[in-house]
């Protein structure tokens, strides 16, 4: 990345038109709709029907299908669809996610969250599935599409229209829900899904370099099942049951709803036991082999290319790098109105001037990418990210019997949005380096779920930690737990200077 060519800011505005960039934009779109549907947008629907906000903070549970895409992209990442599968992998998988995000949208219109709190739960996890499920595709499809020189401007692409997306289906559906109601609201973002798919069915496939069972090493593959061990997948499961019960008590001791943590949980608990069986079971050694290709040897080239002393801590970047803003994100709409603003102007000033901050932001940090690197780049965004936590603290203490001035959430706002923007951007195209062509989707999902399943466990208990200090003391709390990702970044930047230092000069000339 440091000898990419460092063009001017507006020179690099025309990367955005080259083929596999291009397409991104519409591609994020299709992938940003369903998102706040299902969480941030939900949220605010939640608590206008009278639910509490702790069990509004447990929905965000619900993020956990992001999370857990790791668990089915091995399949994504090797077959093909049948008769979807026709127009291509990877487009056929776009279309079967995009069909079961608007059938999902559909019927979440006509569910009633203050009549039936589960079957909304139960229907925001399917229509979660199906949207993490077009994310495993067109993060493959944006990696395989161009080159490495090009993933900052591919990811900057990707968010800009991502961010688009949330206007639409933040403000949008925040207007529409208040001028006409929440039915409307997710009609409207139903509709304008059909983009993603009109784009799926224009885009052409990439090419790919796959690693297959048969395409590797027999005895390479063989080693590497004979490592695997039932014992730790038995251990793992009854671990995941302990921990199940220890959550689920002291919820089910107060009446609230335990459908999400249940449904995530069991997916848990049935992908443990799935590959028990495979790895214990002899009828199934061809199986075997194919998660060792799918799902094993991913992780294993990972290690190979970066060696444990690079891998530990970039790995660990990737658990701890988006804690503070998801912990923060998914409490935003009801601090908003806990504040006393109303859902206008929560969608005049976050859905719309906020969203187009973070475009710029976006744009910006795939300039910057090129300009300065990765490492650097992210370093800015989540620092400037901490600093948006204070502000909002600050905006805290000024609560009274009336909202603060409308200007100060648009002063907070401002610098959120565009360190997410630059954070978020950097971030993308840092994990999209580290990917593999021959396992794009699978290796992206794993880093997908590093930094998700944490973050989202974390923020889900949002609604506990305010009502035990408060707002002023909760933000303080999101803007410190960013110190591991600082410090980690810090240790990186120092390797690679030192790496550089040791490299072998080559004599002027030659």
Known sequence: MTDAPKAGFFASLRDYWRPGV?????????????????????????????????????FSLVGLAYSLK????????????????????????????????????????????????????????FT????????????????????????GTSSAAYQVGYQIALICSGAGALVMASHAGWAEAYFLIAV??????????????????????????????QATAERLRPMALLVAFLATALLWLLLRGPLAAKGDSTLSLDCTFGAIAFFELALLAVISVPSLTKARDRLVVSVVLPVRDIVLRYGWRLTIPMLLLIVTYRLNYMTMGVAANTFYLDMGYTLDQVAAVSKVYGVALTLTGAVFAGWFVRRIGFMQ?????????????????????????TAPS????????????????????????????????????????????????????LASQWGRIVDAIGYPAFFVYTAVIALPAVLIILWLMRSEVLA???????????
């Open 128 to 151: 979660a599935f199906f949207s993490a499920t077009q994310d495993i595709a067109v993060d493959a499809y944006r990696i395989e599409s161009v080159d490495i020189s090009l993933q």
């Open 192 to 221: 304008l899904l059909l983009i993603g798919v009109f784009t799926t069915l224009r885009i052409t496939e990439p090419p790919r370099r796959a690693a297959s069972a048969d395409s590797l090493d027999r005895a390479l593959v």
């Open 22 to 58: 291009r397409e991104m934009l519409f591609l994020g779109f299709a992938s940003g709709l369903p998102f706040p549907m299902v969480l941030t947008t939900l949220s605010a629907r939640l608590r206008l029907s009278g639910i509490d906000r702790t069990t509004i903070g447990l």
């Open 406 to 457: 409308v200007w100060w959430l648009a002063g907070a706002i401002s610098l959120d949005n565009v360190a997410n923007g630059i954070a978020g951007t950097a971030f993308i195209a840092y994990m999209s380096s580290l990917t593999s062509k021959e396992y794009t989707a699978t290796q992206y999902a794993l880093f997908g779920t590093l930094w998700s399943l944490p973050a989202k466990s």
């Open 500 to 510: 550089r230092r040791t490299e072998p000069t080559t004599p002027e000339g030659t």
């Open 70 to 125: 790791f668990v089915w992209s091995p399949v994504v990442d090797r077959y093909r669809l049948p008769v979807l599968g026709a127009i291509g992998q990877r487009r056929g998988w776009m279309l079967f996610s995009q069909l079961g995000v608007l059938a999902g949208l559909v019927m979440l219109a006509f569910a009633d969250p203050g009549s039936n709190a589960e079957r909304v739960a139960l229907l925001a996890t």
């Open 377 to 401: 780049s992210m370093l800015l965004g989540v620092l400037l990210l901490s600093a948006a936590n204070l502000f909002y603290g600050h905006l805290a203490t000024l609560a009274g019997a």
